[in-house]
Each structure stands twice: as C-alpha cells, then as structure tokens.
T-cell receptor, first 113, second 114 residues
Framework: NAGVTQTPKFQVLKTGQSMTLQCAQD?????MYWYRQDPGMGLRLIYY???????DKGEVPNGYNVSRLNKREFSLRLESAAPSQTSVYFC????????????FGPGTRLTVL | GDSVTQMEGPVTLSEEAFLTINCTYT??????LFWYVQYPGEGLQLLLK?????DKGSNKGFEATYRKETTSFHLEKGSVQVSDSAVYFC?????????????FGTGTLLAVQP
C-alpha cells in the first residue's frame, strides 16, 4: 500500500516551459487535492476533485489546469511556467463523505528560472 | 472566511522540555481540527485530529483539545525528543459545500537540541 505517490520529486523549468505533475493514490479515495506550499504561507489549495469526473478551482488556480484521469490519478499541468510558480506542490486524497482527514504525498519541488 | 493562526517559530527547546504550540481559528461552522507534521524533506503526516468541541486528539505523546469557547487547538507534549524536530501545521476542515478543503496555518518550526 503506497498511499499517495507523486512524480517527479524535483524539477527545474525555464520560464514559458510546460510540465505535468503526476499524482496517484491506491486507497480508493473519492476526493483528491492539489496544494502549493510557500514559505510563511502554509499550504494553499490550487484545485480539487470531489469525485471522479469532477474538478473545481481552489484558492490559487491561475496558471494551472488539472485532469482527474480516473479514480486513482489526478494530474496538475503548468502550461507556461512562471517564476511565481516556484514552490513545493503536494497532492492529497480523502476517502469521501463523512471523513475529512486528508492524506498527503511526498511533494514535488519545482523551480522556475 | 475561515482562517487559522498559529504561533510563529522557530521554537527551540532542549530535549525533555515541555512543548506548547498555540493555534487559534476562525470558522463560521463546526470544523474538524488537525495537527499535521512535516519532517525535513518529506510530505505532511497527520499527527492528530479532533472533530467536535471538547474532543482531545492524541498521538505519539502529543495532545490537543478542541476548545470552542476560546476557538483554540493548542498542541502540547510533555517531553520532546530530538526526533520531534519538524514543522507543525494546524489546520481546519472547511465542511461547507463539497470541497472539504483544509485551511492551514503558516506552520511552526520546532528544533529540539540534545
């Protein structure tokens, strides 16, 4: 049981490049989330998926898109990376109705030059 | 909107000292409250949670009590170890709508010296 996995662990991009961050969970959870972590700001929600086939914006969605490929996988795409997107990105999942604990992946550290 | 405020760090303690990390919250409903811990280079792990007023969450010697009257959820441990050095995040679960998103405090870095 791997829990929540994320790839890659580290990535360096140049301004304007695109990339996709991958997230998968093997716990049969319904809901999945993408957060970014910046110094002094805690974690902020980028996008979430309440269930397979649905996605919605969080607090800081600009510059990102997401795909809930199936129940297991939830990817985050940066179409044209900017230095302001330098951050650590965490994926999380939650079982579903009535259970509000979220389980986090190990994170992806992204640097945009 | 809902928010979480926790004490700024870093907090530096000697091994076996008593730990308190303060956390207060603002919420319109009745959120669940959480403490997550992040060890260096790792993701966030759930440390403990409480789902209603007066509930006490506990794990690995850490405790926190959900105090509705003071809107607080302070983290305590009687005797810290070097291995407790990490960043601690207080969070609440926004139960309004379908999001159930977590709202985090800014995190408190704890450094325990031998």
């Amino acid at each position: 049981n791997a829990g929540v996995t994320q790839t890659p662990k580290f990535q360096v991009l140049k301004t304007g490049q695109s990339m996709t961050l991958q997230c998968a969970q093997d716990m049969n959870h319904n809901s999945m989330y993408w957060y970014r972590q910046d110094p002094g700001m805690g974690l902020r929600l980028i996008y979430y998926s309440a269930s397979e086939g649905t996605t919605d914006k969080g607090e800081v969605p600009n510059g990102y898109n997401v795909s809930r490929l199936n129940k297991r996988e939830f990817s985050l795409r940066l179409e044209s990376a900017a230095p302001s997107q330098t951050s650590v990105y965490f994926c999380a999942s939650r079982p579903g109705q009535g259970i509000d604990t979220q389980y986090f992946g190990p994170g992806t550290r992204l640097t945009v030059l | 909107g809902d928010s979480v405020t926790q004490m700024e760090g870093p907090v530096t303690l000697s091994e076996e000292a008593f730990l308190t990390i303060n956390c207060t919250y603002t919420a319109t409903g009745y959120p669940s409250l959480f403490w997550y811990v992040q060890y260096p280079g790792e993701g966030l792990q759930l440390l403990l949670k409480a789902t209603k007023a007066d509930d006490k969450g506990s794990n690995k010697g850490f405790e926190a009590t959900y105090r509705k009257e003071t809107t607080s959820f302070h983290l305590e441990k009687g005797s810290v170890q070097v291995s407790d050095s990490a960043v601690y995040f207080c969070a609440l679960s926004d139960r309004s709508g379908a999001t159930n998103k977590l709202i985090f405090g800014t995190g408190t870095l704890l450094a325990v010296q031998p």
